[in-house]
C-alpha cells in the first residue's frame, strides 16, 4: 500500500512542477492525449458526415464528442495543477482541482445535453422539415460508436490502475458516448427505412443521456465540495483499523471527508489515562500510520482522549497546574510541596493528583497518605491523591 506524506515545498522549488505521484500523472497525461486525438477525428467525421448526410443525430453525436474534447483539455489542466505537493498555501495539496473540474465538466454536459433534447424536441413539431438521412450516416455511426467503446475500455483500465477520480468519470464519459452512438445507429437505420422522424428521436434521446451524465458528474463532485463523508463501508474498515491498534482501549468521534480519490480523517481515541504523554503519542502515530497504509486516505489527524469525552463530565472548569500545586500545598500545609514531582490526571471532572515524595521516610509518606484521604474526601477539585515514596529508610 502506499503511504501519504505532506512536505511542502521548499522555497527555492515553490515554482517547479512535480508531481507527488509521478507514475499516476504520467498515466493520466497519456491516456488523455491519446482521447484527444480520437474525440479530435470523431467530432470531425461526425459533424460534417452528419451535416452533408442531413443526420441531426450524427450531428448531435459529433457535438458530444466535441464536449467530449474540451473536457479531455480540461482533465490535462486538472491533472496537472492537482499533481502539485502541498505548500503553504493549501496544505492539504491540490487534489481537489480534479474535484472543481469534474463539477465544471459535468455543468457543461448537463447544459449541452438539454440544448440537444430542446432543438430535437422543437425539429420534431415540424414533420416538413423532416428528410431521410444519406447511408453514409449509418458507416459514420458504427465506426465512432467501435473508437469509443475502445477507447473507454483503455481510459477505465488507466484510471482503476492509477486510482483517479476525473479519470474514471473521463472514461465513463467515453462509455456515454458509445451509448449515444448506438443509439444513433437506431436512429439512423430507422430513418433509412422510412421512419424518418427516428433520427430526430435519436437526437433527443442522445442530448437527454448527455443531460443525465453531466447532472451526475457535477452531484458527485458537488457532494466532496461540501464535504461528504466516506461510504459507511468504508467508515467502518477505518475503524477497525484504529481499534486494532496497540494501546487504543476506545474510540469516538470518526470523522471522514472526501478528499478527490483520497479521504481526510478525524479520530478521537481512547488510551490509559496513567500513562505517559509520549506513549499516548506513540499510539497515535501508530494508530495513524496504521489508516495511511490500509486505506486510500490523504492525512489522519488522532487525537488522544484519557476517557470518553461523550460519557465523563467536562475538567475544562478544573484549574490549571499553578492554581492546582497552590490548592494542594494549602490542604496539606506544605510550602515545599512543589519541590517534589507531582502529576496531576484530569478525569471525569475531578483531578487525581500522585506525589513522588524525594526526601521522606516511609512512615512520612504514610502519615501523608492518610491526611491526603482524610482532605479528599470534601474536596471539590481533587478525587485521589495518592503518595508515592521513593526512600526506603525508616
Not at 379 to 384: E, G, I, L, P, S
Request: contains cysteine.
Amino acid at each position: 500500500m502506499k503511504k501519504h506524506t505532506h512536505q511542502l515545498q521548499s522555497q527555492p522549488n515553490i515554482g517547479v512542477f512535480e508531481p507527488v505521484h509521478p507514475e499516476r500523472f504520467a498515466a493520466a497525461q497519456k491516456s488523455t492525449w491519446v482521447s484527444i486525438v480520437i474525440n479530435l477525428f470523431l467530432t470531425f467525421f461526425q459533424v460534417v458526415g452528419g451535416f452533408f448526410a442531413h443526420s441531426q443525430a450524427l450531428m448531435a453525436d459529433g457535438l458530444h464528442s466535441l464536449s467530449d474534447l474540451l473536457s479531455d483539455m480540461l482533465v490535462l489542466f486538472a491533472n496537472r495543477h492537482g499533481n502539485r505537493r502541498a505548500d503553504a498555501d493549501h496544505p492539504y495539496g491540490h487534489a481537489r482541482v480534479e474535484t472543481a473540474a469534474t463539477l465544471i465538466l459535468g455543468a457543461l454536459l448537463a447544459g449541452l445535453g438539454v440544448v440537444l433534447l430542446v432543438a430535437a424536441a422543437m425539429r420534431l413539431q415540424h414533420p416538413e422539415v423532416m428528410q431521410a438521412v444519406n447511408p453514409a450516416a449509418l458507416i459514420i455511426a458504427v465506426f465512432a460508436l467501435l473508437a469509443k467503446e475502445g477507447l473507454f475500455r483503455y481510459m477505465l483500465a488507466v484510471a482503476k490502475r492509477v486510482r483517479s477520480q476525473m479519470l474514471v468519470a473521463n472514461a465513463w464519459h467515453a462509455r456515454s458516448d458509445a451509448a449515444s452512438s448506438l443509439v444513433v445507429i437506431v436512429g439512423v437505420a430507422g430513418n433509412l427505412l422510412g421512419f424518418t422522424f427516428l433520427d430526430l428521436v435519436a437526437a433527443a434521446v442522445v442530448g437527454v443521456m448527455i443531460a443525465h451524465m453531466g447532472g451526475k458528474l457535477a452531484f458527485e463532485a458537488m457532494e466532496e465540495l461540501i464535504d461528504t463523508g466516506l461510504e459507511a463501508e468504508q467508515v467502518e474498515a477505518i475503524r477497525q483499523t484504529l481499534l486494532n491498534t496497540h494501546g487504543v482501549r476506545g474510540l469516538h468521534e470518526l470523522r471522514t471527508r472526501k478528499m478527490a480519490d483520497n479521504a481526510l480523517v478525524d479520530a478521537h481515541v481512547i488510551v490509559d489515562p496513567k500513562i505517559s504523554v509520549s506513549e499516548g503519542h506513540f499510539i497515535a502515530e501508530s494508530a495513524r500510520n496504521a489508516v495511511l497504509n490500509k486505506h486510500y486516505v490523504l492525512d489522519v489527524m488522532v487525537h488522544i482522549d484519557p476517557e470518553d469525552d461523550l460519557q465523563a463530565k467536562p475538567n475544562a472548569h478544573l484549574p490549571s497546574r499553578p492554581a492546582l500545586l497552590a490548592h494542594l500545598a494549602e490542604r496539606l500545609g506544605d510550602s515545599n510541596l512543589q519541590d517534589n514531582r507531582v502529576v496531576f490526571h484530569y478525569l471525569d471532572g475531578k483531578v487525581d493528583a500522585e506525589i513522588y515524595l524525594t526526601k521522606a521516610t516511609l512512615q512520612q509518606a504514610e502519615a501523608m497518605q492518610a491526611h491526603c484521604d482524610e482532605q479528599v474526601r470534601n474536596d471539590a477539585v481533587f478525587r485521589t491523591i495518592h503518595v508515592h515514596c521513593k526512600s526506603a529508610q525508616k
